[in-house]
């Protein structure tokens, strides 16, 4: 019997729907949780001893998978725990702690593929970590600067002889007054370079501007590669694709020998299987790296596109090449 696959997502997030519904139709067995369902609708049991690995089950109201069956295990941004009501704050913390070392402890020991393993996906999250890794393997980036020193910032343009941009270092999204906003990319004038009031109050990420034919979004699985050429409408985009996805186009494309051979040596040096990788292609044709994000976002490039992502990742977690 084959072995089943083990889905860990949030229960809304509808792309891995998309992924869970091409397994089903392989005739795959599909256990899928969420951490937010434990402990309150699931349950763990693992067990280790001298003689065998981990074994035991996580079950549901209505499922069960034994845990040295899982094949392969999809992880894909789980919602928080949640417990009992009535806790203090203290005991959630406590009890939060326990079940991340205890349920978190137990997946992560399995010895099956990822797509991705958590704790390789916590360190490829670190941008200062990827452009290091990116250039390493031979892949073309910017100059970048991260600090929170006014004074360097100036000195960074200054060196850099042309337009810098400052993006987050991290996550762009945040909640304000109850309200999801995200901190796109700014490319910098001279004003604001004479006004960096705020700069000392956290960590802030610079980079040279890169001239820009069009980017890419580059989604890399297993061995398999799929590339989409996105195409900015308007200046906004142009600047940050992200904040006018309305005005987007795109194409599929094709990706160089050079940088197909430095995203193959990436992933393999930052432990991957699955990445969505951003490129600015210049006018002259060169590919310059951005970032690469372990839990990416792909179901509107293949919308949009018809790139087989998700039969991808189905193929991946069954081990088809």
């Known amino acids: 019997m084959a072995s089943p696959v083990l889905i860990i997502a949030a229960a809304d997030d509808w792309p891995t729907d998309r992924v869970v519904v091409e397994l089903e139709r392989r005739g795959v067995e599909v256990f899928r949780m969420d951490t937010a369902d434990f402990p309150l609708q699931l349950a763990l049991a693992g067990r280790i001893d001298q003689g065998q690995a981990w074994t035991g089950d996580l079950a549901t109201e209505h499922r069960?998978?034994?845990?040295?069956?899982?094949?392969?295990?999809?992880?894909?941004?789980?919602?928080a725990f949640r417990f009992p009501a009535g806790m203090?704050?203290?005991?959630?913390?406590?009890?939060?702690?326990?079940?991340?070392?205890?349920?978190?402890?137990?997946?992560?020991?399995?010895?099956?593929r990822w797509v991705n393993h958590p704790t390789a996906m916590a360190r490829a999250e670190y941008k200062p970590v990827q452009l290091a890794a990116?250039?390493?393997?031979?892949?073309?980036?910017?100059?970048?600067?991260?600090?929170?020193?006014?004074?360097?910032?100036v000195a960074f343009a200054t060196d850099t002889g042309g337009p810098i941009v400052c993006k987050p270092?991290?996550?762009?999204?945040?909640?304000?007054?109850?309200?999801?906003?995200?901190?796109?990319?700014?490319?910098?004038?001279l004003d604001d370079l004479e006004d960096l009031r705020g700069i000392d109050t956290t960590a802030h990420l610079f980079q040279a501007w890169v001239s820009k034919a069009y980017e890419?979004?580059?989604?890399?699985?297993?061995?398999?590669?799929?590339?989409?050429?996105?195409?900015?409408?308007s200046e906004a985009?142009?600047?940050?694709?992200?904040?006018?996805?309305?005005?987007l186009s795109y194409t599929m494309t094709t990706v160089t020998e050079e940088v197909a051979a430095g995203m193959r040596r990436l992933m393999e040096r930052l432990q991957l299987r699955y990445g969505a990788a951003d490129f600015v292609v210049s006018p002259d044709g060169r590919w310059t790296f951005l970032e690469i994000n372990p839990c990416g976002?792909?179901?509107w490039i293949q919308g949009a596109?018809?790139?087989?992502?998700?039969?991808?990742?189905?193929?991946?977690?069954q081990g088809v090449a």
Not at 71 to 79: D, E, F, K, L
Request: some cysteine; hydrophobic content about 40%.
């Open 64 to 79: 069960t998978v034994e845990l040295s069956r899982v094949g392969a295990v999809y992880y894909r941004a789980p919602g």
């Open 88 to 112: 203090s704050g203290p005991e959630e913390r406590f009890a939060a702690a326990q079940a991340r070392a205890g349920l978190g402890g137990v997946l992560s020991a399995l010895e099956c």
């Open 134 to 153: 990116a250039r390493a393997c031979g892949l073309n980036i910017p100059p970048t600067l991260i600090t929170n020193r006014p004074g360097d910032v």
């Open 169 to 189: 270092v991290a996550s762009p999204i945040l909640i304000e007054d109850g309200q999801l906003k995200s901190v796109y990319t700014q490319r910098l004038t």
């Open 216 to 233: 890419v979004r580059l989604t890399v699985i297993g061995e398999r590669m799929f590339a989409a050429a996105i195409h900015a409408g």
């Open 237 to 247: 985009a142009h600047e940050d694709w992200r904040s006018d996805y309305g005005s």
């Open 297 to 299: 976002q792909w179901d």
């Open 305 to 317: 596109t018809d790139l087989p992502i998700a039969e991808a990742l189905a193929d991946e977690l």
